[in-house]
């Protein structure tokens, strides 16, 4: 994937290197089997997770269950089903029968009946039933508006809401401006983007940066760093050396891509590190770095094979993109933050909190008052007492 082959071009290693990694890691699928089943990790940040996901079918399953349940805001099963999901991510073999499951971490009682269900019927009934559920259904619709969350989807469905004409037809619903974009750009945004358009728009993201700050750093971060060949934004952390002035770096890149014709869409929120008690000890506050969510013109031409990946006729489409701007020494925590994967960083999170009795966070990594400090990622895994995970290992 992307993320695999430009970090190894960044950070100068020899392709070679990786190449030899893969084959260990062939080499250790070809020895685990099922036989091997109760030495699976009870932590995503212990397993090695690649974007080869061999039980795809229970996965996705799972993953509706998942999605529910954050749709409608209940945690305890969304956290539950989050786990077992990404522990089946990370099996080496394909699940065929049920011999062996109840020795998996975080596989309890109702995923082990949906896997029978899937292995017999090759469906799940519950998960059936979520899908044809009307509240499910227009919430994941509305909730796939950029800058529409469960709360105003949830507001929007009890209104009695149930497609987008209505929304945009109710004069009393207010749409702020990332929702107005949302609507606007919609069928670009929703379409997701592919690993080509990502490099596309790391180029352009990387020439605009090197006009405006020659030198800062721009890396790939997100789920293309992990390797991923489909994801519905590009994430880049911005950088430099000279202290504080990464607070100035956003405003230069964003008036250079206006310059440019290509600003659809910004929102930028300054940096309010100076003003917060760090760590946070909640993984979905933000981080208070300066960052920005934008929505960016990427031409056709720019994309390798760009024939199809733009509408065609109109030579451009919409993409959304995400900066962040940490100082240079909390580089390495927003590069472990923002790699991901969601459910890879919780994990991260708790091992550190449980295991270690140590707080982490896209800051900072503390044991009791004493701040770690990390120039590299390798440093906070050394840091935590565990084995380094490639980005593209961290599909959890
Ligand atoms: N992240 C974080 N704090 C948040 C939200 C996300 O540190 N409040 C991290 C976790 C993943 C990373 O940032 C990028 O987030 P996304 O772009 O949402 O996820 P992704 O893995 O890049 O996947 P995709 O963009 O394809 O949905
Ligand atoms: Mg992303």
């Not at 020439?207 to 489909?230: S, Y």
Request: aromatic share 10%; with cysteine; charged share 25%.
């Amino acid at each position: 994937g992307i993320g695999w082959f430009t970090e190894s071009m960044k950070e100068g290693r020899p392709v070679a290197v990786e190449t030899r990694h893969l084959i260990q890691v062939r080499y250790s699928l070809m020895r685990t089997g099922p036989a091997q089943q109760s030495t699976v990790c009870p932590y995503a940040c212990q397993r090695r997770t690649t974007t080869a996901n061999k039980n795809k079918r229970f996965t996705d399953a799972l993953e509706v269950l998942v999605e529910y349940h954050e749709l409608t805001e209940i945690e305890g099963p969304r956290v539950a089903y989050s786990r077992a999901a990404s522990v089946l991510k990370s099996l080496p073999w394909t699940i065929e029968s049920m011999g062996g499951t109840e020795a998996l971490p975080c596989v309890g009682e109702k995923t082990r009946t949906l896997i029978q269900e899937i292995l017999q019927y090759g469906r799940s009934f519950e998960v059936e039933k979520i899908l044809a559920d009307e509240r499910y259904q227009t919430l994941k619709l509305f909730t796939s508006v950029f800058g529409v969350g469960p709360k105003t989807a949830d507001k929007w469905y009890r209104r009695g809401l149930r497609s987008f004409s209505q929304i945009l037809a109710d004069p009393d619903v207010q749409l702020n401006r990332m929702q107005q974009n949302g609507f606007l750009h919609y069928t670009d945004l929703s379409r997701g983007l592919s690993a080509a358009e990502a490099r596309a728009v790391e180029a352009v993201v990387g020439e605009t940066v090197r006009t405006v700050a020659p030198n800062a750093r721009v890396v790939l971060t997100g789920g293309f760093r992990r390797g991923k060949e489909f994801g519905h934004d590009v994430d880049f952390i911005v950088t430099t050396a000279e202290p504080g002035r990464e607070n100035s770096l956003l405003p230069l890149i964003m008036g250079r891509l206006e310059e440019q014709g290509l600003l659809l869409f910004q929102a930028h929120h300054p940096s309010t590190l100076a003003l917060k008690k760090i760590p946070c000890r909640r993984f979905e506050a933000m981080d208070y770095y300066s960052k920005c969510f934008l929505i960016l013109k990427l031409e056709g031409s720019r994309v390798q094979g760009g024939g199809q990946a733009v509408p065609a006729g109109r030579g451009w489409r919409a993409v959304r993109v995400d900066l962040v701007a940490p100082p240079i020494e909390r580089f390495a925590f927003t590069q472990l933050g923002w790699t991901g994967s969601k459910q890879f960083e919780r994990d991260l999170r708790r091992f550190a909190r449980v295991e270690r009795n140590m707080l982490l966070d896209n800051h900072a990594l503390f044991d009791k008052a004493k701040f770690l400090a990390a120039v590299t990622e390798k440093d906070i895994f050394a840091h935590l007492g565990l084995e380094y995970m490639e980005p593209w290992q961290r599909n959890a």
